[in-house]
């Protein structure tokens, strides 16, 4: 108050106006200027702005006896000016006025107070549909600024000049102030009250956030929330699926989900595929005139959207779409921000947390994986004169399906066996066990070892899931003639080292199991000689990779028999293991490591 009364003219305003003079008016009546005084004590003792201001509305058009009054309240957006005009009851009118910054009025209300003519034609300030036809006339203008700043407008045509006298002027120029800064005050008043309720708000979801690990529910929660502090007619958040780039909806509000549906979004397609292809915000006024835009409710006017990120990686889009044109400002796109940022934060511990679940469940497979897989591994080594063998078996951080076997048979030679099933865990070891089961049960009936394979696979194929499968080699060492018969269904080749350097390797006699019904497999004969080598292997020796993605290989499985080929044999698997480390540079093993070696002594 004590700036309005500053703010006083000291001197008598001119009442000249844009080449308009007005000639010179007698005082007003006492009673004007006791009645402005009044109305201007009214508006300092004021509890209700929207009573106090359509009061004063009408208060101004009586006693200055106007032929017809309009209000505006302004909304700044830059330096440009939107008027809103309001009804005698001060309920909105729904006509909105802007004016550019260039505008001389826009100058004028900026610089000037008390009631101001103009020149500009009434019809010009707003249309006015309900006269006919338009009235002519200048116009005076009452601008209510406060500390630099417009807050409204009274417009009036037909006021006498007999009022404008300098104490009326100045009069209305306090009235003008203290309207503004009571206008202020309600919208500080309930930009705060806003805040406080936004803060609330955010406040009550952060517990929710820490409080659920339920992702779903939160995100709703998320949504039906802002929809309380933030106008909008629909809400949808959109996560990215990041091997496919797709953007599918999680979460939405207000709008059909056989709508939803309909979208087909990739990251840069449409305004949220724009948004998290770029990581910005945007609002878009009128999405009709955005060849972005995708359409998803016919009744959609303009959009806001948000990226949601987790560091400075997007993971999704929250979208908001209004059905009526620019509804959305910097204001909502701050807000929505703060909201996005709480999504964003519910998103990453609910993923964080079903990874924590994965890793436990996984762990707990791998954990019966081993047991399943130790407890089909030999004990011991069956002992026969002139051979010795030993078996290694490293499991990777995926335990899969690998085994081997040595059993000495009654007529005193020695059944070798390897095999490798499909997929990996506990699945692969079901699928491992149920092999080894079957395998055992048939190696008692002391057939040939291609027949034995032929009836495992009729009988592993009735008992395995669709698309499972397992490579076997499978051999029958005779003591007494130093000779080796196998057959190989599909396995990697094991590998024959002679004495003097050379090598051989065993490649397959017939399918994989689990492929065909009626399988056949060849059956081949070998003769060994003493200081021989027969290295049975899995794909977790020669499928293990360098830095460069290159494979270990049989070459180098070949190499690395014949360097070591005098040792003993415990010390000749570890080497080979050694070789596979280094090339490998000491990187975890991407699958099981898994070795039966076999030396004629």
């Known amino acids: ?66 032929e017809e009054a309009l209000f505006f309240l302004v909304h700044e957006s830059g330096r440009a000016l939107r008027l809103r005009r309001y009804n005698d009851d001060f309920s909105l009118a729904g006509e909105i006025r802007d004016f550019a910054p260039s505008h001389p009025l826009v100058r004028r209300l900026r610089e000037r107070e008390g009631l101001m003519p103009v020149s500009m034609r009434w019809p010009a300030l707003i249309p006015v549909h309900h006269v006919h036809p338009p009235p002519a006339g200048p116009a005076h203008l009452l601008p209510m600024r406060h500390r630099g700043r417009l807050f409204g407008i009274w417009a009036a045509r037909g006021v006498p000049a007999s009022v404008a006298t300098p104490e009326v002027t100045a009069l209305l120029a306090q ?50 929330s802002l929809r309380d502090v933030l106008i909008c007619d629909h809400a949808t958040i959109f996560l990215i699926d990041h091997r496919t780039g797709a953007i599918q909806y999680e979460v939405f509000s207000g709008i059909d989900e056989q709508l939803l549906n309909t979208l087909h979004l990739n990251v840069g397609k449409g305004i949220s595929g724009w948004v998290a292809k770029k990581g910005r915000s945007i609002i878009i006024p009128d999405v009709h005139k955005d060849p972005r835009y995708v359409e998803a409710s016919p009744a959609t006017q303009s959009e806001m959207a948000v990226p949601l990120k987790v560091g400075n990686k997007v993971i999704g889009v929250f979208n908001l779409e209004s059905n009526k044109l620019n509804a959305f400002s910097r204001r909502d796109v701050r807000l929505l921000e703060a909201f996005a940022s709480q999504a964003a934060m ?41 051979f010795a063998l030993a078996g290694l078996n490293i499991s990777s951080h995926r335990v899969g399906g690998d085994f081997y076997d040595a059993t000495k ?12 099933v499909s997929g990996k865990g506990t699945p692969g070891a079901i699928l491992m066990a149920t092999l080894f089961a079957i395998y055992r049960s048939h190696l008692r009936r002391g057939q040939a070892v291609n027949k034995i394979l ?34 190989n269904a599909g396995h990697n080749p094991p590998v024959l080292m002679h004495q003097n350097g050379t090598a051989e390797l065993l490649h397959a006699t017939g399918t994989i199991l689990g492929f065909l019904d009626d399988a056949g497999y060849q059956l081949q004969r070998r003769q060994l000689r003493r200081g021989d080598i027969l290295v049975l292997y899995t794909d977790g020796v020669t499928e293990a ?55 004629v002594g």
């Open 454 to 487: 032929e009836r495992v696979n009729k009988e592993f194929r009735r008992n395995i899931p669709t698309n499972s499968f397992a490579t076997f080699f499978l051999a029958d060492i005779d003591q007494k003639t130093l000779s080796i018969e196998f057959a």
């Open 1 to 66: 108050m004590e700036d309005a009364q500053r703010s006083l003219p000291r001197q008598r305003v001119n009442p000249t106006f844009e080449g308009i003079s007005l000639p010179a008016v007698p005082a007003a009546p006492r009673s004007l200027a006791a009645d402005l005084k009044s109305l201007l004590s009214n508006l300092r003792n004021c509890l209700d702005l929207r009573a106090t201001l359509a009061r004063l509305h009408q208060d101004l058009k009586s006693l200055l006896g106007a």
């Open 346 to 386: 519910a998103i990453q511990k609910a993923q964080l947390h079903t990874l924590a679940l994965k890793k436990r469940e996984y762990d707990k497979e791998l954990h019966v994986a081993r047991d399943i897989q130790r407890a089909l591994l030999p004990k011991a080594m069956p002992t026969a004169k002139g």
């Open 409 to 420: 048979m009654a007529d005193g030679s020695i059944t070798i066996a390897i095999g490798d």
């Open 545 to 599: 990779q360098d830095a460069r993605g290159q494979l270990f290989g049989e070459r180098r499985l070949i190499s690395a028999l014949r360097q070591h080929r005098h040792r003993r044999l415990r010390d000749l698997k570890w080497k080979v293991v050694d070789a596979v480390r280094r090339f490998n540079t000491g990187a975890p093993l991407a699958d099981d490591l898994t070795m039966l070696v076999v030396k």
């Open 175 to 224: 009235i003008g102030q203290e309207a503004a800064a009571l206008i202020a005050r309600r919208r500080k008043w309930r930009k705060l009250r806003r805040e406080a309720n936004e803060n609330a708000v955010l406040l009550a979801i952060s517990r929710k956030v820490g409080a659920s690990l339920n992702l779903n529910r939160v995100l709703q929660t998320i949504i039906d």
